[in-house]
């Protein structure tokens, strides 16, 4: 390994260095408004726990796990697991909340404590047995510890790269054991380090019976250690009965002794074997079969502690820091890990997690070397950036004691308000900040919220999820063996071209309604204006729009009221051919304007926008109110909440001049003002579910409209008279069928339920 | 009907009185090169004739009989009949023409005229009932007599609003009835007219045995008849037995009388009643049944002759004229048609048939009358327009002598060339035109050639075919119950959204392609020009290419051969991310490009494009050279052929230079000149057909490529070093996935065959 530094500055494979692929495994208990642990299900919306790819239990029905897919970047990782992270934290029932310590909160006696329900068959027993087994034998209190695992491989055609100008002569097979078994022999020894840097537990509850021997300071009900790092990584924390030793020099040798093991019957498989770092191989997760076959293909951190002073228990800048331990450990190796070297580390280790507040100088000195020697190789193999040179010099500031230790934080907090106390308000201001987000998907909110809602719906539903192009908001999907390729949340395989084809010209959609014996206005399309012309006299006595056929967003529209003159006529005319070829002139149909969004065949949500409004309340200033509307978590400017602020601009001034008001003036109770006259929810717009509200009817003609065009997903745009009385020929009419619909609007509306239609859109989708 | 006139004024109907549906039906005689009755079948080409809705049999198997589908107006009616003409002219075997007379050609004994073989099947078996029946009645030769009937209606809208101003109190059944009878009254009354401006046949050949005696002039075995204008209007043409008098005074009297002829047994039905004008209803074609039930819905002209002056056997001025005809028969109808007005009529049609030439004055004044009325009132409803001046005044001109009539050129040509000749020399002109430019779709030349062809062999198969929107291609075929809507030909229902998005993104589509295991060109996709830069060592040795994302056209492309340096590389980089955010670096391979279009899993044809070039001969100049070529009549400018002509602009002369050459360099025999780098059509690129020579296993290549994405329409653009030699995993690669393909390249290439893909398209659209 001595020349892998020199092989990667000769072949410039530094950016290739720090590629590679990162999944993050997270424990957390459910517990109660008390910080009792939740004796309640595993919530039902999250999906069959035996088969959920994401989001599972671990030991305990009570103790959630979530796993991310394998990411190609830290922030991609990050990002998943704050979304699944959100996804628990969203579908717990009201009074409940993930408990965000390693550490447990209140637990009952051993026998209360309920293992994992997987329901019946072969594999869900499997699972359950095992739980029983380490139950009997480890007691199960200490199985609810939880903590953050974390798998990482390099690239491929790195190590093969590298495989070749390292060591050619021997198969890459060996050479890619070797580069992981030297890593794990690296994290082995420094263990103490990511302790120290990372540890972020020092309490318990006394209901965490059975506390080993080395408790230090006890106050009421808990127990507080001070000076510790990681009560979870100490001797009481969650070990094996005893140290075993085994080999990390070979693979071989490292399975021979943990078969020796297994087979004596101190362990009954390879996943009971706790060390803080394992070998993995993704064919076969706990077992040696496919490790012994095809080799080590990643590895697996497990001594990282839940960090209580971040939302998802892990930071990104910890999960770099991870990884740069992790480059470190191959780019300077230690040359062995003898038995006594692996006491030794073990010892550091002990030391570390009780007592690391008060380091030893000599320690202090080893990390110091430690992160120095990585910048400089960093620096010379040229992929230093700034991430990596903050996140190394907080690491050594810490080791320095100029900053401050994650656990000295928590130990304060702690000690101030109380180990329960401290963690169920850390969990609480969480929870409410996830409930107020939980329209947006983590990491991906420049994408199209509709794209955000449906990525969110597929990662709950536990599909592969991949954004192929984040600026075309395009997006794979898979299951199993079935793959979907969708852009902008609704356009799907599910729609054929030709049918968008027709929805995205309205003379012909008109055309092709009509033929389906669907309302349309009444009218005609033109495509010179000499004929529009002659058809003055069939047309003006009525109030009519004149519209161009392809353009959108109300350009070139002209409305004529009855008794137009032959000049209006024309001027709408020549506006509407100055945006198009095709012009439509339609009779203007009174009623409100409703979005009726059908998916498969079903009306999946009923919308109607009413422009930017303020409710007075006979206190505050229409300023006021408009602020006070505005603080919904649901507003924001530039498209990235549902809905947006409300403005006091110049249109919404003259609107209020018009009707002597100020921003300063006073509303009575319950009186409402528009400012806008547009009911465009860009504007500041309300959108107000309608879908329980409508009557049948309209939801029929709706269906039949988008059934006329062969449309599975499509916004039928509806002028109602009266949605409560039933549809007649004449009291309703559709005016537009929109291909690629927003789903947004009707998972957020300003009024009404979230109507879920990403998950329809996946339902249709098959999945 | 007095009311009529002032009617339309009063409600400003100008416009929707000229308004209305136009079909024509029309008969050719099939003839082989020296004008004999051909004795062949009617061409399998030309689909099933028992079922065709528009391509059929007359009464012999040798009369082909073309109908165009209801049209909203003149230019579309005669567009479809010439379409129609075109596609039987292109399918007749090569010796075969249409003969373009309404006398026939030269005829075999009756005996050897072959009916209409229908095949079996009850339908089939009562048509060739009925044609014996006539055959047997009337001479089987009297039957190949030929004609162009005109079928009419009025606006529905126009009718009923007419109705309710001007006979609100009687029911819209009765108004409407009274409508047509007016008309037909008075087209029955001005026949002769029509006849004396129409007719179009003087000759006949004297295998037309049993003339009648009114033969005036015998030239070898060919009579011509002197001063006639149309033999077939005569009373030696198509006529019953003896002139029944039928009223047209109200319906009822009308179907009573032929009621009457039917029991008494002179007629078997109403379609043996040979009237020069029908009362027809669309339910029922030829029975009295929906004629009583729901009245007239149409009327239909059945004494026009085929003009062999036209290569369609009618013009669009003569289509035109008609209607005026009938216009004027409704707004200045003649008050009554009883029995001496019959009588009075029928002389006047004799007269002006066989003696048109010399034309009484009180005919002359009549007729001029008869336009100057029509003039004037619709220059009064401001509905004339400069057609409709220049047709009246060319009909007052014919009447006045000032201009020939039809049947007069006619005679002078007959006269010096021969009856048979003249008529041959005359079908194969246009055979020769409708061949030369059998790749556009008349009427729609301004729409791509893709969509032309797909919508000629819609016509060809019997499809209902509809352009919703010219400017955008977007058209709809629909055959029984089964619609569908096309945009640029290949833009179907046969292809989701999805996957047409797939295919508009290079790299989605690349790494769809390698995830079906297909082979693409090595490399890489950036968003971002560093990390591309980073890789410049990864390709540095290799020729490359650059491209960006989206864009097409070869846009921000460029090509890098090996050992490029890292400067050229940055300047490609920045051509490309200047058009696309999203960029994709490619390793370059050599062989030549070739797309394949599959459709539906199949290759439907293969083509290579060559730059534009010229062979020498020893003889002619380059320039020369470049007209010969030029004189194809695939080329031409502009994109409205397949292929465009070759230039000899600024860029062509520079090669040429380069080369020591000059327009006026004559080239050696067999020498090639290419006169572009570029091997675009557009630039006078040969595309050359290579379906029947790749190695299958480029064809099965291209199927897996497209399967992959997902698509039924696809063109591959495929790399192959050797066509000949079998595919290895290295000596092809899939560049590119084109979704809406053009098909034209592949039906009218310069070298191979015409591969039907429009007929393939809409073999897979189900049709």
């Known amino acids: 390994m001595e020349n892998v530094i020199n092989a990667i500055k000769q072949l410039k494979l530094g950016n290739d260095l720090i590629k590679g692929s990162w999944g993050i495994e997270k424990e957390n208990l459910r517990v109660d408004e ?222 021979k002794d943990l078969k020796q093991l297994i087979s004596s019957g101190y362990l009954s498989g390879v996943n009971e074997y706790y060390s803080p770092v394992r070998l993995k191989n993704s064919k076969d997760n706990n077992s040696i079969v496919a490790l012994e076959r095809d080799g080590i293909e990643y590895i697996e951190l497990r001594m990282i502690d839940l960090n209580p002073l971040t939302k998802t228990g892990i930071n990104k800048d910890d999960l770099t820091l991870v990884h740069l331990i992790i480059l470190s450990s191959l780019l300077y190796p230690c040359s062995s890990y003898k038995e006594d070297e692996q006491v030794e580390a073990i010892l550091k280790q002990n030391e570390v997690s009780f007592n690391g507040h008060n380091l030893s100088n000599e320690l202090r000195d080893e990390g110091i070397i430690f992160f120095t020697r990585l910048q400089n190789v960093l620096q010379d193999l040229d992929v230093i950036n700034d991430d990596y040179n903050r996140i190394i010099k907080s690491a050594m500031a810490k080791l320095k004691g100029e900053e401050k230790l994650y656990s000295q934080i928590i130990y ?124 003055y006299n069939k047309y003006k006595d009525r109030k009519i729009v ?91 400017k530039g498209y990235r909440t549902p809905l947006e602020f409300l403005r006091l601009d110049e249109e919404e001034l003259f609107i209020l001049k018009n009707l002597n008001l100020t921003p300063k003036s006073i509303l009575k109770k319950d009186e409402i003002v528009y400012l806008r006259e547009n009911s465009n929810i860009s504007t500041g717009g309300d959108s107000i579910d309608f879908t329980d509200d409508v009557d049948e009817s309209y939801k029929i003609e709706a269906i039949n409209g988008a059934k006329a065009v062969g449309a599975n997903i499509t916004g039928v745009d509806m002028i109602i008279e009266n949605i409560k009385a039933p549809r007649t020929k004449d009291n309703a009419t559709i005016i537009e069928l929109n291909f690629n619909p927003a789903i947004h609007i009707h998972c957020y509306p300003y009024r009404g339920k979230n109507r879920r239609l990403g998950r329809k859109v996946l339902t249709a989708l098959g999945f």
């Open 412 to 535: 304060e907090k702690v000690k101030s308000h109380g180990y329960i106390n401290h963690h169920l308000e850390v969990t609480k201001k969480w929870k409410i900040e996830t409930l107020n987000n939980s329209f947006s998907f983590k990491g991906y909110q420049d994408l199209e919220l509709s794209t955000q809602i449906l990525l969110k719906e597929a990662l709950q539903k536990g599909l592969k999820i991949e954004v192929l192009d984040r600026y075309e908001n395009f997006i794979s999907l898979k299951k199993g063996d079935h793959k979907e390729f969708i852009k902008q949340a609704t356009k799907t395989s599910l729609d054929s071209y030709a049918t968008a084809l027709i929805m995205e010209n309205k003379a012909i959609t008109k055309k092709v309604l009509l033929e389906g014996n669907i309302s349309v206005p009444k009218g005609d399309i033109y495509t010179d204006i000499k004929n529009a012309l002659i058809d």
């Open 34 to 255: 008390k910080g009792n642990l939740a004796l309640t299900k595993h919530p039902l919306k999250l999906g069959d726990k035996l088969t959920h790819p994401y989001i599972t239990t671990d030991f305990s029905e009570s103790q959630v796990e979530v796993i991310t897919p394998p990411s190609k970047s830290i922030d991609e990782a990050y990002n998943l697991l704050e979304n699944l992270h959100d996804i628990v934290v969203e579908n717990l029932p009201e009074n409940e909340y993930l408990w965000p310590s390693s550490m447990p909160a209140i637990i009952p006696d051993d026998s209360l404590i309920p293992i994992a329900d997987y329901g019946s068959g072969e594999e869900a027993l499997k699972k359950m047995k095992y739980r029983e087994y380490i139950a009997e034998k480890y007691g199960k209190h200490k199985q609810l510890i939880c903590g953050i695992h974390y798998n990482f491989s390099f690239d491929n055609d790195f190590i093969h790269t590298l495989h070749s100008y390292c060591a050619s002569n021997d198969s890459c097979y060996n050479f890619k054991n070797s580069i992981y078994l030297t890593i794990s022999r690296n994290l082995l020894k420094y263990q103490w380090l990511l302790t120290y840097l990372l540890g972020a537990n020092v309490a318990t509850h006394s209901s965490y019976r059975h506390c080993c021997e080395l408790e230090r300071h006890k106050k009421e009900e808990e127990f507080i250690f001070k000076g510790a790092c990681s009560y979870r990584n100490s001797l009481c924390g969650y070990r094996n009965k005893k140290d075993f030793r085994v080999s990390f020099d070979t693979l071989e040798e490292n399975l």
């Open 546 to 636: 004149i519209k161009p056929n392809n353009t959108n967003f109300g350009i070139g529209i002209t409305i004529l009221n009855p008794n137009f003159s032959v000049d209006n006529f024309k001027q709408g005319l020549d506006l509407a051919f100055k945006n198009d070829r095709t012009v439509l002139i339609e009779h203007f149909h009174t009623g409100n304007e409703y979005r009726f969004t059908v998916i498969n065949g079903e009306v999946a949500g009923v919308l109607q926008r009413v422009p930017a409004n303020i409710k007075g309340d006979g206190i505050s200033t229409i300023e006021e109110l408009v602020k006070i509307k505005n603080s919904d978590p649901l507003r924001n």
